[in-house]
């Protein structure tokens, strides 16, 4: 039986969900459930060891894709160079619009984030939940541009770093 490949996702390619990053079409699959035939991606997100079935019809509203084009790695990578752009609202107000960019999977979005939160050595510490959301952000970056370049998440990271020092 084969299964129509909507949006153009095949099994073994990287895949972002905008909610978990990078992610990895294990297989298609065909379940019936209540009665209706349903065709899903089955996604591996071998960090999180979590396993996602995403019904292919509701890939796109979900905002799945596929990895970010070179033009919008190249974006995000100088966005990385720029000037922190810190708000003065509420901690909790920011965190939440942090957060926010961060689940959108949008990778010049999430560099936004790590430009922002990025602290060099002779800056003052980070809060714990200014260090968790950094954490996540760079986290996401660096898995998308791990899939990208076909390096590993460390080597990734560490070239995001060299980045925000160089800047």
Do not use: C
Request: proline share 4%; charged share 30%; glycine share 6%.
């Amino acid at each position: 039986m084969v299964i129509a490949k909507p949006l153009g996702f095949e099994v073994g390619d990287y895949v972002v969900y905008p909610k978990h990053g990078v992610g990895r079409v294990v297989e298609l699959q065909r379940s019936e459930i209540a009665g209706t035939v349903l065709e899903l991606f089955v996604l591996r997100f071998e960090k999180e060891r979590m396993t996602l079935r995403v019904p292919t019809n509701k890939a796109e509203s979900v905002g799945m894709r596929k990895l970010s084009s070179q033009a919008t790695l190249s974006e995000a990578l100088t966005t990385l160079k720029g000037k922190p752009r810190i708000k003065r609202t509420m901690w909790s107000r920011r965190a939440q619009e942090y957060e926010a960019k961060i689940n959108s999977g949008d990778l010049v979005s999430i560099a936004e984030v790590v430009r922002d939160l990025h602290r060099a050595e002779d800056q003052p510490e980070q809060s714990y939940s200014e260090r968790q959301i950094y954490e996540a952000a760079i986290g996401r970056l660096a898995r998308e541009l791990a899939a990208m370049e076909n390096i590993d998440e460390p080597a990734a990271q560490l070239k995001i770093e060299q980045v925000l020092k160089a800047a």
